[in-house]
T-cell receptor, first 117, second 111 residues
Framework: GAVVSQHPSWVICKSGTSVKIECRSLDFQATTMFWYRQFPKQSLMLMATSNEGSKATYEQGVEKDKFLINHASLTLSTLTVTSAHPEDSSFYIC?????????????FGPGTRLTVT | TQLLEQSPQFLSIQEGENLTVYCNSSSVFSSLQWYRQEPGEGPVLLVTVVTGGEVKKLKRLTFQFGDARKDSSLHITAAQPGDTGLYLCAGAIQAGTALIFGKGTTLSVSS
């Protein structure tokens, strides 16, 4: 099956610093990847849609200058949280569609736990 | 306003019992997916339903997509402690677009 990886799996950073999270499709090429965040005991909230070679599309209320998304290749999308603050602490999850399995399914990475102190 | 209403939010049952989780919307979806998520991990896809009225079975799990493609259900027969986890329904209004998630159902099965 389709495998999506994320790195790092967890990260602790100080307030005001930036942190980059990588999302990779390991055995398929993904023209589109999605970034979600999840707070404890809550569901996933879509942050943005990342398209290879073009600008990401952000959901309403998500600051594009704070959450920088780059999708430079068909297997890698990155999310950079700039000038992180404690309220940015969350579980960040990416997903990707595997074109080999059709247009419906999305496969999720294992998530990245970000803690901002 | 939550586009996908999932219920119940919490469910605590004994081993061997049956249960049903519901996912409802006023919108029509091109597809609905069910995921299971363990703490600290990403969601794992269980099933995708795309045709109105479709029923899919995965061992003791039965998934149904409503005729109008606005709702779905997950039925677990003879629940086991290993079924414990967060179950999420998610749908795409248009094929290939981002998924909209329900709030999830936290299932606890005790032996």
């Amino acid at each position: 099956g389709a495998v999506v990886s994320q790195h790092p799996s967890w990260v602790i950073c100080k307030s005001g610093t930036s942190v980059k999270i990588e999302c990779r499709s390991l055995d398929f090429q993904a023209t589109t990847m999605f970034w979600y965040r999840q707070f404890p005991k809550q569901s996933l909230m879509l942050m943005a849609t990342s398209n290879e070679g073009s600008k990401a599309t952000y959901e309403q209320g998500v600051e594009k200058d704070k959450f920088l998304i780059n999708h430079a290749s068909l297997t890698l999308s990155t999310l950079t949280v700039t000038s992180a603050h404690p309220e940015d602490s969350s579980f960040y999850i990416c997903s990707a569609r595997d074109p080999r399995t059709g247009i419906y399914e999305q496969y999720f990475g294992p998530g990245t736990r970000l803690t901002v102190t | 306003t939550q586009l996908l209403e999932q219920s119940p939010q919490f469910l605590s049952i004994q081993e061997g019992e049956n249960l049903t989780v519901y996912c409802n919307s006023s919108s029509v979806f091109s597809s609905l997916q069910w995921y299971r998520q363990e703490p600290g991990e990403g969601p794992v896809l269980l099933v995708t339903v795309v045709t109105g009225g479709e029923v899919k079975k995965l061992k003791r799990l039965t998934f149904q997509f409503g005729d109008a493609r606005k709702d779905s259900s997950l039925h677990i027969t003879a629940a086991q402690p290993g079924d414990t986890g967060l179950y999420l329904c998610a749908g795409a209004i248009q094929a290939g677009t981002a998924l909209i998630f329900g709030k999830g159902t936290t299932l606890s099965v005790s032996s």
